[in-house]
């Protein structure tokens, strides 16, 4: 199974930018899709967004949609979430995911692989 470790997450503003890094580990990449999940405290795993890892393209969920960028470097194995404008309402526990499928699925079940997770707590 690859691995894949989250880290970044931290305490900031609102308004404020912080980058996440999903380091992956164990299998070759080029046919998946590596996705962004969000847990606040109560809530369920939320879809954030999924990038290809051989290709690049890009999905959000509309409610980062503007504010959120993902992007990958291959050489790295490593792929960014990019978050400007951080909203309080962002809070939450940030997930990396993998789907081997390459299936271009919003949805945490279609993902075979998870990261630990990292926090981010924005306050006002």
């Known amino acids: 199974q690859v691995q894949l470790v989250e880290s970044g997450g931290g305490l900031v503003q609102a308004g404020d930018s912080l980058r996440l890094s999903c380091a992956a580990s164990?299998?070759?990449?080029?046919?998946?899709?590596m996705g962004w999940f969000r847990q606040a405290p109560g809530k369920g795993r939320e879809f954030v967004g999924f990038?290809?890892?051989?290709?690049?393209?890009?999905v959000y969920a509309d409610s980062v949609k503007g504010r959120f960028s993902i992007s990958r470097d291959n050489a790295k194995n490593t792929v960014y979430l990019q978050m400007n404008s951080l909203k309080p309402e962002d809070t939450a526990v940030y997930y990396c995911?993998?789907?081997?499928?390459?299936?271009?699925?919003?949805?945490?079940?279609?993902?075979?692989?998870w990261g630990q997770g990292t926090q981010v707590t924005v306050s006002s």
């Open positions: 995911a993998a789907n081997h499928q390459n299936s271009w699925t919003r949805a945490p079940a279609g993902y075979d692989s």
């Open positions: 164990g299998r070759t990449f080029s046919s998946y899709t």
């Open positions: 990038i290809t890892w051989s290709s690049g393209s890009t």
